[in-house]
């Protein structure tokens, strides 16, 4: 048994992604629109890891 998601508040899902991405070596798992509001449901692998990273607000 693993966890599969550990949730990270932010403000900012764009600046989020670019900075795990490029500090971290994170993987888009998931890029998807969720309703109208302009918040997407992000998320991240990361190299060797079985949980991912998902952003909330």
Known sequence: M???FAEL???DQDRA???YTR???CKVA???KMGDSGWR???LK???AVTNLHFVR
Do not use: R, S, Y
Request: charged fraction near 20%; hydrophobic fraction near 50%.
């Open 2 to 4: 693993h966890i599969q």
């Open 9 to 11: 508040p932010v403000f």
């Open 17 to 19: 992604k670019a900075f």
């Open 23 to 25: 500090h971290f070596a």
């Open 30 to 32: 998931a890029d998807e």
């Open 41 to 43: 449901w992000i998320e």
């Open 46 to 48: 990361f190299p060797g």
